[in-house]
């Protein structure tokens, strides 16, 4: 059974190679995605307004974080104590104490 992917930030990167990294792959199916300012729908599915949203739905088993550094510390906890794995862009974070 492929692990379902929730993908957190639409940018550059979660465009250009998590999306298609996920949808190459029979391990992987998207399940979720979530972006505050999302130009257009990806793949026919909703855009959720934020991660928590995301965090939320239950077919999510693991996500994809591919905000801007700053926000990502506080995202990866939220993930993290909803149960979920994390894979983090990098930096992981802004600063070392995160």
Known sequence: MPTR?????LGQI?????????AGSSAF?????????????????AVLPDHHALLAQ???????????PG??????????LAG???LLEKPPAATLGE
Do not use: Q
């Open 71 to 80: 926000a990502r510390f506080a995202i990866a906890r939220d993930a993290i």
């Open 14 to 22: 979660a465009r250009n190679r998590h999306l298609p990294a996920i």
């Open 84 to 86: 979920k794995h994390v």
């Open 58 to 68: 239950e077919r999510v088993e693991a996500v994809v974080i591919c905000t801007p």
């Open 29 to 45: 199916t998207l399940a979720a995605l979530a972006s505050s300012d999302a130009p257009a729908p990806v793949e026919g599915m």
């Open 5 to 9: 992917i929730g993908l957190i930030g």
